[in-house]
């Protein structure tokens, strides 16, 4: 399905991130997995694709900082000679009441899940454009389409990729460049581990599949967008939520 297909994916060592990665490489992509400091997790990932036969390095990058996303992209084209697919899925939370918000906090929020991802998809573009073919993928939330309690910074960050996806798919388009984004609803990883009990009960409650997904079934929908099974596809938001929202 990726065979030879040369993949970034940012934020790779856990959760989606390292089911996108793992999956890939099995479609026989050849992966390159980003993080930004725990190198531990990724050692344990990059033997799990190798035993498995798969292809796979580690490069270290904060996708926040520019100098950082721009050798992330670089060395991943100097690696492989190549660059097909990138995934911008590197995110985080930092949820308060709309009142208790730090700025700080607001600003966090919008470096990594904004802004990382302009970083990454400008200098990825450099390449795809004169290979005149490529595909991104963004990482977004339901939560950027219906907004959520608590997450002003995180909804706001969202809303905003799923703008930026639209916009680039635009700019790209006439180049074979395609550019989509992935909506996961409740997804069981690290980041929703931090919520409480009773908050997965009452979100299980509303959710119509009546359980979390797993990242696995994200990563499903974002390897069919970077295949060529999705050449016709750009501009588009999949939400990948147990019908969550519709
Ligand atoms: P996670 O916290 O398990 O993984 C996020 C990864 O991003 C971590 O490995 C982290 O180290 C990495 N990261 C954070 N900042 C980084 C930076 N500056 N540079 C490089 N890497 C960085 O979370 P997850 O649940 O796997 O989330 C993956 C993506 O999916 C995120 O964009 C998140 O917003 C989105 N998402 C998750 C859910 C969910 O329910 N889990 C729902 C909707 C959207």
Do not use: W
């Amino acid at each position: 399905m990726l065979n030879g297909k040369v993949a970034v994916i940012t934020g790779a060592g856990r959760g989606i991130g390292r089911a996108i990665a793992l999956q890939f490489a099995e479609y026989g992509a050849k992966v390159v997995i980003n993080y930004r400091s725990s190198i531990g997790q990724v050692e344990e990932l990059l033997t799990t694709i190798k035993n498995a036969g798969g292809e796979a390095i580690a490069i270290q990058a904060d996708i926040s900082r520019e100098e950082e996303a721009k050798k992330l992209i670089e060395e991943a084209k100097k690696h492989f000679g190549r660059l097909d697919v990138l995934v911008n899925n590197a995110g985080i939370t930092k949820d308060n009441l709309l009142m208790r918000m730090s700025e700080d906090d607001f600003n966090s929020v919008m470096d990594i899940n904004l802004k990382g991802t302009f970083l990454c998809t400008k200098h990825a573009a450099t390449i795809m454009l004169k290979q005149r073919s490529g595909k991104i993928i963004n990482i977004s939330s339901v939560v950027g389409l219906t907004g959520n309690m608590g997450q002003a910074n995180y909804a706001a960050s969202k809303a905003g990729v799923i703008g930026m996806t639209k916009a680039v798919a635009r700019e790209l388009a006439c180049r074979g460049i395609t550019v989509n984004a992935v909506a996961p609803g409740f997804i069981e990883t690290d980041m929703t581990d931090q919520l409480s009990e009773k908050v997965k009960e009452a979100t299980i409650a509303s959710i119509p599949l009546k359980r979390y997904g797993v990242a696995s079934e994200v990563a499903n929908v974002v390897s069919f967008l970077a295949s060529e099974a999705a050449n016709y596809i750009t501009g588009q938001v999949l939400q990948v939520d147990g019908g969550l929202v519709m």
